[in-house]
C-alpha cells in the first residue's frame, strides 16, 4: 500500500477495550416523552401518497429537532392529565363565577348590621349607619324633616289637618272657653311644643269679677274663677288634667295710657302647677276708656273691678270690625297673634317644670 493510500483511509474508531472509555458503554438516549396529544384523522389516500410535513412521524424528525407549531385551542389537554373520578371544572373569572352561582351555595339569609359588625369590626360605614340609625342619628333628622315636609305640605292644601296630624300622645289640655279665638291658638301652640297634644275647649263663666276687668288682679280672679267652675261642672275634668284660662283686662301703666293686655293662666292642682303669662300689650286710646267707664250703671255689682261694657265692642264700633279683630285693625297684630306667642311662652314653661318633676321622681 503507498502513502496516498495511508493518508486517505479513516482510522476505525477505538473499542472499550483499546481505550478504556466507560462512556461508551452508556446506551443511546431514548426518546423524550411527549405530552402534547393531538387528535389526528386518518389520512385519506392522496394524503397518504403525498404526506404533508405535518404528518410525518415523530421518528423521522431528528432528535435534536424541536417542534415550533403551537397546539390548537380547541383541542388543548392540560399536560398533567386529572384523575380518574374527578369533576372537571371550568376555568372562569372571580366575577363569572359568583355571578353564576347555584341557588344551593347561596346563604340562607343576609346578616343584619348587628351580624356584620360583629364579623367586621372595624368596618366603619357599618358603624357610622347603625349609629345614625339609632335615637338621635342623622337617618332620624332626615326621616323627621321629610316627615315635617310633607305635613307642611298636606296642611298648606287644607289647614284644617292641621289639627287631626298633631292630635293625640300623652298631653290632653283643657282651655275654659268655647271661642274659637282662644281655643286655636292654645292648640297650635302646645302642639309646637310638644310635638303632639290634644286640646279642647269647654264653655265656662265667671261671676265675680266684671265683664270688662280693670287690673291684674281682676283678670286674675276671674281667670281662677273660670277654672274652678270648669272642674265643678264637668266631672271628667279632674286635678290631673291641666287647665288653660284666659282673660283680658286694660290696665293704665301712665297718665292717660291704657293698655289691653291678655292674661293665660294655667293649672294642674296634681302636680302643683300653676304659671301665669301676660300677653303683648295692645294701646287703647283713652277716649275709650272713658267711653266704658261712663257706660257702666252707678250700682254695677262688680263696679270695683272694672266696667260691665268692654274696650272691645267700643273700639270695634268706631273701627266697624267685629269685635274680635279690633287689634289687628287697630295696630295691624291680631289678637289670635297675641294669644299665641303668649300660649308658647305658657307651654315651654309647662314643659320645663313637667322635665323638673319628672327628673326629681
Known amino acids: 500500500m503507498n502513502i496516498s493510500e495511508k493518508k486517505g483511509k479513516i482510522p476505525p474508531a477505538p473499542t472499550l477495550a483499546a481505550t478504556g472509555n466507560l462512556l461508551s458503554s452508556v446506551a443511546p438516549p431514548s426518546e423524550l416523552p411527549n405530552f402534547i396529544t393531538t387528535s389526528v384523522s386518518p389520512p385519506t389516500q392522496n394524503e397518504a401518497q403525498n404526506p404533508v410535513p405535518s404528518q410525518i412521524k415523530k421518528q ?73 340609625m339609632s335615637s338621635g342619628g342623622i337617618l332620624q333628622k332626615v326621616a323627621e324633616k321629610a ?55 269647654e264653655p265656662s263663666q265667671s261671676d265675680v ?24 261642672v264637668n266631672a271628667l275634668i279632674n286635678n290631673n288634667i291641666p287647665i288653660v284660662a284666659i282673660e283680658s283686662f286694660i290696665v ?42 261712663e257706660a257702666t250703671p252707678k250700682d254695677y255689682v262688680h263696679a270695683q273691678t272694672g266696667y260691665n261694657t268692654t274696650v272691645g265692642s267700643i273700639m270695634a264700633t268706631n273701627l266697624q270690625v267685629p269685635h274680635t279683630h279690633w287689634q289687628e285693625a287697630s295696630t295691624g297684630v291680631s289678637r ?13 314653661s309647662f314643659k320645663k317644670i313637667l322635665a323638673v318633676s319628672a327628673a326629681e321622681t
Open 147 to 201: 316627615k315635617n315636609s310633607v305635613d307642611s305640605m298636606i296642611t298648606t292644601l287644607d289647614p284644617q289637618m292641621k289639627e287631626y296630624l298633631r292630635s293625640g300622645g300623652d298631653m290632653y289640655i283643657v282651655v275654659a272657653s268655647d271661642k274659637e279665638v282662644k281655643i286655636s291658638p292654645v292648640r297650635e301652640a302646645f302642639q309646637t311644643v310638644f310635638g303632639k297634644a290634644t286640646v279642647v275647649g
Open 60 to 132: 423521522e424528525v431528528p432528535s435534536n429537532a424541536i417542534e415550533m407549531s403551537p397546539p390548537s385551542p380547541e383541542r388543548f389537554s392540560p399536560a398533567i392529565p386529572l384523575s380518574k373520578g374527578e369533576p372537571t371544572v371550568s376555568i372562569r373569572s372571580p366575577v363569572e363565577s359568583e355571578t353564576t352561582q347555584s341557588p344551593e351555595s347561596l346563604p340562607e339569609s343576609v346578616p343584619d348590621l348587628d351580624t356584620i359588625g360583629d364579623i367586621m369590626p372595624g368596618s366603619g360605614l357599618i358603624t357610622w349607619v347603625k349609629g345614625a
Open 209 to 232: 269679677t266684671a265683664a270688662q276687668p280693670v287690673s291684674y288682679a281682676s283678670a286674675y280672679a276671674s281667670a281662677k274663677q273660670r277654672i274652678a267652675h270648669l272642674r265643678s
Open 252 to 293: 293704665e301703666v301712665m297718665p292717660d295710657r291704657w293698655y289691653d293686655i291678655a292674661l293665660l293662666v294655667l293649672s294642674q292642682p296634681s302636680l302643683g302647677i300653676e304659671l301665669q303669662v301676660q300677653s303683648q300689650g295692645t294701646p287703647v286710646p283713652s277716649p275709650a276708656v272713658l267711653a266704658a267707664r
Open 336 to 348: 289670635r297673634e297675641l294669644l299665641l306667642l303668649a300660649s308658647r311662652s305658657l307651654a315651654g
